[in-house]
């Protein structure tokens, strides 16, 4: 069956540091894969998808950056954090083809900057 | 663009009770999907239940059923014999059938469940 897994599932981070969160998907080939934020009492929000190795997409012009450096890893950075980066991010994948799937997401980072 | 409203930030309803989510979407796509997600204190993102917009029959998930209405683009979800278990964030999420899509998702709605 298919796994997602994400971490840390807690991170305090000083503004101005650097951001690094890592998703893996096991049991499946070609993911899409997608990193969402979730802002204190609002939606989800999606920041980047990709549908292959190397193949990112951004939703939102910002002061974060994904890369997928494997089929099944999909890593969300940022080089100086700001306090509006704080938030819970969420990591997902889907199938690649067949939009009646819908997502399957990990459990989540709750990031603080301070 | 897609969009999706929840217009109920909030409900409240009683164990063993029935409750109504309320969903509509903006599309000009005739083929499409929508999905119910729950979202408990976890925060884990869990699929409630999916609708084919080309399938007039409204899904069903044992406690958890839909009312499509696809010429109002209205998506409600309703939960019969409320638990405590299900109080948690919903939210109502589209996506477009045809060609590359994304989920978008509405802003949710906390349903409380009092015993």
């Known amino acids: 069956s298919q796994t997602i897994h994400q971490w840390p599932a807690t991170l305090v981070q000083p503004v101005g540091s650097p951001l690094s969160l890592e998703c893996t998907v096991e049991g499946t080939s070609n993911p899409n894969l997608y990193w969402y934020r979730q802002a204190a009492g609002r939606g989800l929000q999606l920041l980047f998808y990709?549908?292959?190795?190397?193949?990112i997409s951004s939703e939102v012009p910002q002061n974060l950056s994904a890369s997928r450096p494997q089929d099944r890893q999909f890593i969300l950075s940022s080089k100086k954090l700001l306090l509006s980066d704080s938030g819970f991010y969420l990591c997902a994948w889907s199938v690649a083809t067949g939009a009646s799937y819908g997502y399957t997401f990990g459990s989540g980072t709750r990031l603080t900057v301070v | 663009a897609q969009t999706v409203t929840q217009s109920q930030p909030e409900m409240s309803v009683q164990e063993a009770e029935t409750v109504t989510l309320s969903c509509t979407y903006d599309t000009s796509e005739s083929d499409y999907y929508l999905f119910w997600y729950k979202q408990p204190p976890s925060r884990q993102m869990i699929l409630v239940i999916r609708?084919?917009?080309?399938?007039?029959q409204n899904a069903t998930e044992n406690r958890f059923s839909v009312n499509f209405q696809k010429a109002a683009k209205s998506f409600s979800l309703k939960i019969s014999d409320s638990q405590l278990g299900d109080a948690a964030m919903y939210f109502c999420?589209?996506?477009?059938?045809?060609?590359?899509?994304?989920?978008?998702f509405g802003k949710g709605t906390m349903l409380l469940v009092s015993p």
């Open positions: 999420a589209y996506r477009r059938g045809s060609g590359y899509s994304t989920l978008t």
């Open positions: 990709s549908v292959g190795i190397g193949q």
């Open positions: 609708q084919e917009a080309y399938k007039q």
